[in-house]
């Protein structure tokens, strides 16, 4: 594989069972050097699926003269355009796509290159896993979230009016690529919901460090690229702790499940907003894990004992970083049943209680923890009162 000089730092994913593959940050679009691309063996032509909505300055390097970035010989990608909203992040936005992709030649040499955030690398990564029983794909997350959690690790997947996520596959790409000047025009709203992710991350692991490193940063602070050095170190530890738990439970049969720490309430959030609001994309993922992990840590402390200073140094970060932390005018009974749904918590029994990762101890995390109805109101009673 080539790499350029101007890929300024390299990381290897290395799931437990699969192929690893690097992780890629550049700081700026640089007009001479060559963005990324590797020599793939058996290689076919690239088609890139791309989020409409994005600004010039980040489609351009892929669209005129793209050739420049491919390895020799190679045309420019053929291109498909795609609104990245999770309200597209659906099967019925699938069938274009593959037809598009045959119609344009795609065959089983073909590679998908998916530039967006997390609704177009989940579902371009699953037209890559499924069309002709699986082709080559490359992330290029666009957003601070898809850069730390959503384009690593494999899982890909599309919505179901059921939940979130509940059609999908493990396939993982060949390659990520990410570009710190994609941050610049990342709206405010989009970089809250990446460091409700990285905060996730640093709750999971001991090390005191990472979440000390975090804390001096700021989604509020300018995406210029003299502040771009401290926050690529943080982007960089969130990835390496999430590609770390992988390497050791690529397919959730266990340690994986602890990445799903305020995911219980953030998906049954996102659920009922979707069937309850018209404005489908009213809560983003981002900011229902941001609920969800004031949701886990108050369980936790509850239940497990997490020390309330621990608890208010962060409250008191999500606070100062404008995370969203209430309930979101939904009721405990509401959030409680939903999370009975959740694909996470499905035991053959739709009455079994849903299932927390919670926290015995700062970087301790502790899956499968059954929560009682009782607990979880009171729980979510003070979320409401505290946070609302
Ligand atoms: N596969 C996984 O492991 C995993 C993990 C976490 C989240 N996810 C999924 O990721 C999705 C959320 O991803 P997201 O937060 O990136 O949301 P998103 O893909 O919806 O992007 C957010 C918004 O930002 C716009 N945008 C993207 N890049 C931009 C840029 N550089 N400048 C300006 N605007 C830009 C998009 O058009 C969109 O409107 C959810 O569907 C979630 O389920 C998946």
Redesign the pocket.
């Known amino acids: 594989m080539k790499i350029d000089h101007h890929i300024q730092e390299s990381l290897i994913v290395r799931p437990q069972n699969s192929s690893p593959y690097p992780v890629f940050i550049q700081e700026s679009f640089s007009p001479k050097g060559k963005i990324f691309l590797p020599e793939r063996e058996n290689e076919g032509s690239y088609f890139l699926i791309a989020?409409?909505?994005?600004?010039t300055n980040?489609l351009s390097p892929f669209l005129s003269d793209a050739s420049h970035h491919f390895p020799k010989g190679k045309k420019d990608p053929h291109v498909i355009w795609f609104?990245?909203?999770?309200k597209n992040?659906n099967f019925h936005s699938m069938e274009p796509i593959y037809e598009s992709l045959i119609q344009a030649g795609a065959d089983r040499r073909s590679c998908l290159l998916a530039l967006?955030?997390?609704?177009?690398?989940?579902l371009c990564?699953f037209v890559a896993a499924s069309l002709f029983r699986g082709i080559d794909f490359i992330q290029i997350?666009?957003?601070?979230?898809?850069a730390v959690?959503?384009?690593?690790?494999?899982?890909?997947?599309v919505?179901l009016r059921y939940g979130?996520?509940m059609i999908?596959s493990f396939h993982h790409p060949c390659l990520i690529y990410f570009n710190l000047s994609?941050?610049?025009?990342?709206?405010l709203r989009?970089r809250i919901?990446?460091f409700a992710?990285m905060l996730k991350h640093s709750l999971l692991v001991s090390n005191p460090s990472v979440m000390d490193q975090l804390f001096c940063l700021s989604p509020q602070e300018d995406m210029r690229e003299s502040n771009f050095q401290d926050l690529k170190l943080a982007i960089i530890h969130s990835i390496r702790i999430k590609s770390e738990i992988i390497a050791q439970d690529e397919k959730e049969k266990g340690l994986r499940a602890v990445?799903n720490l305020g995911h219980t309430t953030a998906h049954a959030l996102?659920s009922i907003y979707r069937q309850n609001t018209s404005d489908i994309?009213g809560m983003?993922?981002?900011e229902a894990?941001s609920r969800g992990l004031v949701t886990a840590l108050l369980l936790s402390r509850r239940l497990k004992n997490l020390s309330p200073s621990y608890l208010e140094r962060i409250f008191q970060k999500m606070n100062e970083w404008n995370l969203p932390c209430d309930t979101a005018g939904c009721s405990a009974e509401q959030v409680y049943r939903h999370t009975a749904y959740d694909k996470k918590n499905r035991r053959g029994n739709s009455h079994a209680k849903p299932a927390y990762v919670l926290l015995e101890a700062p970087g301790k995390p502790v899956t499968d923890q059954q929560i009682d109805r009782s607990d979880f109101h009171a729980v979510w009673m003070e979320q409401k009162s505290r946070f609302s």
Do not use: F, R
């Open positions: 989020d409409s909505t994005l600004p980040i609104q990245g909203e999770e992040k967006g955030g997390g609704v177009i690398g989940d990564g997350p666009t957003t601070l979230l898809a959690d959503a384009s690593v690790g494999g899982k890909t997947g919505n979130k996520n999908g994609c941050l610049k025009s990342l709206p989009a919901a990446g992710e990445l996102e994309d983003s993922h981002g894990v």
